[in-house]
């Protein structure tokens, strides 16, 4: 009669020894899928902070391409206008000076009493301009 409880009990032993063994592999095989995880995870962390740092960056180069075309478009704005300036004031400078000729003209025209030829218009026109300009 001993036999076979024996039996049974050495094989139920043997189940609780494969259950045991079953869940040790089970249990390894948890380890190493959570290691592979985590190491999954940490590439992940790793290439999105790549991707992020690479956006920083474009961005921070699209800001200073950006700004240095804002600059070298205002400084030619800032060229063309004081060319413009200079080009006013000369030319009013000129609009000026024959003004003022002209008027030296007449004047002299009415203290002498006679018309002025027009080369010594032209005479006088120069000589304003030329003492205007000292």
């Keep these: 009669m001993w036999p076979p409880i ?8 043997k189940r609780i020894a494969d259950g045991l063994e079953a869940a040790k592999k089970a249990d390894d095989s948890l380890e190493e899928a959570q290691l592979a995880f985590d190491q999954e995870i940490n590439k992940a962390k790793a290439e999105a902070a790549e991707i992020l740092e690479k956006a920083n960056s474009r961005a921070s180069q699209i800001v200073n391409d950006a700004t240095e075309k804002a600059e ?3 400084e030619k704005i800032l ?8 080009n006013d ?9 024959q003004k003022m000729s002209e008027l030296i003209i007449d004047t002299s025209e009415k203290i002498l ?5 027009p080369e010594k218009h032209q005479e ?3 000589k ?7």
Excluded: H, P
Excluded at 6 to 13: D, G, K, L, S, V
Excluded at 79 to 86: F, L, N, P, V
Excluded at 113 to 117: A, K, T, V
Excluded at 128 to 134: D, F, G, H, R
């Design 124 to 126: 006088l026109l120069q």
């Design 128 to 134: 304003a301009a030329q003492s205007y300009k000292e």
């Design 72 to 74: 070298v478009e205002a």
């Design 89 to 97: 004031v000369n030319k009013a400078k000129e609009e000026l000076r």
């Design 6 to 13: 024996i039996a049974i009990m050495e094989e139920r032993e």
């Design 79 to 86: 060229s063309s206008a004081s060319k413009t300036i200079e």
């Design 113 to 117: 009493g006679d018309e002025i030829s």
